[in-house]
């Protein structure tokens, strides 16, 4: 009861102030919902690029020239697949096209004949017929396409190449097929151009997922000049790429967290002369000292107990029901086709519980702190001052 | 607002939010359990199928719309000195466990692992 009256008291102090507290709270949580957006958005980055990317293949070889990205020869293949562990060895054939007519760029991949031809996010087929493609939602949506009209790429001669969309991926897909256009093999390579016998890299299937690294140095040691990439350092760049710590979104990160500091620091250098007069009435008229800092306790935690909360729904809201409006410019860059962000409500408990820490516990501290110095004086010195 | 009554509204807004972002939560665990049980095989599925090594979110330069397969000279290889002048440059980083991985193999260990963090 005692303390449900000191708290009553506190909420009347806070409201007797009401407009410089609601400021302080909206502030706080207006930090807070920048914070806790960047921990989600990037922490369900990380796992749905972890979950989606385990089909990627176990291991891709590249050739290196000169420290650029080379084409391979196909013939490579033939002595990686005598390597034990080793199973199926499939060139692939991909690239990249600047679309004039709409600025951007798509990715083009070559697929091979093989089943399945249909697959739950994609409306239509695969391409199995020659000058067939499929595309992704964004390059349907930049070209205004879609299944049972054409898309028309124009080709290193100059020259513009007609294919007849049969598949448009769904835009739960985004993420992975957004900018891609699908075309067979042998389309893909004399739109490019290649010369026969070289593909961009080889695919590679190992048995036993922990031979892995065995069989990339293998390869490394009978062609020094390939570049082996495991999928599992395709998973460890995504985590990289996508840590709270790296790039652009540490740089938002640290500006809200210096924010608050400042924020914190203002708090915490001092007491106005108004709440040094009132802590020495309180003491005055029989509050002790442990109720004054009771009382500033109750002050800092409504304070920020409630800006927490709000400014956490509001980081919800903002990633995975808008998603992430607002960060997505930030981290769209120039890209012309950026899929639009349908993320899953995936949450890592330990960072909201380490946000709540290095936000909550430093602004009641920075609240109940300069108050006890003028909690253990002598009342009467403290209202003459 | 009559005596003893701010306590009991504060209590009653916390009590809110908190409700409200513990159903959030449990929300979110049951559309994650949903997505793991349909959305993401069907995406890994298009993954395996297409051969695909990486997300297509950055598509404005090479370096950045394949990320883990991109060499780290990409970057810079416009002139030399040559600055990393896109903007998604900033959000991508290189992997330093990709480019120690590499060197290791290229140093001729017999079972390179990735190093630790």
Known sequence: MRRLKILEYALSSLWRRRFKNLSVVTVYAFTIAALGSILLLTHSLRVEANQILSGAPDLVVQRVLAGRHDLIPVDYAAALREIPGVGAVSPRIWGYHYDAMTGSNFTLIGIDDRAPYELELLDGALPTGPMECAVGAGVARARSTRVGHELTLISGDNVGVVFNVVGVFRAGSDILTNDLVVLRTPDLVEFFGLPEGRAVDLALEVHNPNEVQTVAAKVKRLFPDTRPIARSEILRTYDAVFHWRSGMLLTLFASALVAFSILAWDKATGISADERREIGILKAIGWGTADVLELKLWEGIAVSVTAFLVGLIAAWAHVFLFGATLLAPVIKGWSVIFPEFRLTPYVDLYQIFVMACLTVVPYVASTVVPSWKAAITDPEEVIRK | ?117
């Not at chain 2, 209590?11 to 049951?30: C, H, K, N, P, S």
């Not at chain 2, 000195?81 to 330093?96: E, I, K, R, T, W």
Request: aromatic letters at 6%.
């Open chain 2, 1 to 117: 607002m009559t005596a003893m009554a701010k306590h009991r509204v504060f209590l009653t807004l916390t009590l809110l939010e908190i409700g409200l972002l513990a159903g959030l939560l449990a929300q979110g665990r049951t559309a994650a359990r949903r997505a793991s049980a349909v959305e993401v095989p069907a995406r890994r599925a298009v993954a395996q199928r297409l051969g695909l090594t990486d997300l297509a979110l950055w598509t404005e330069a090479r370096y950045t719309r394949h990320p883990s397969q991109a060499d780290l000279f990409s970057a810079f290889q416009d002139f030399p000195s040559s600055l990393d002048h896109f903007p998604a440059g900033s959000v991508v980083v290189a992997s330093g466990g990709l480019e120690a991985f590499q060197n290791r193999l290229t140093a001729g260990e017999g079972s390179a692992r990735p190093c630790a963090d």
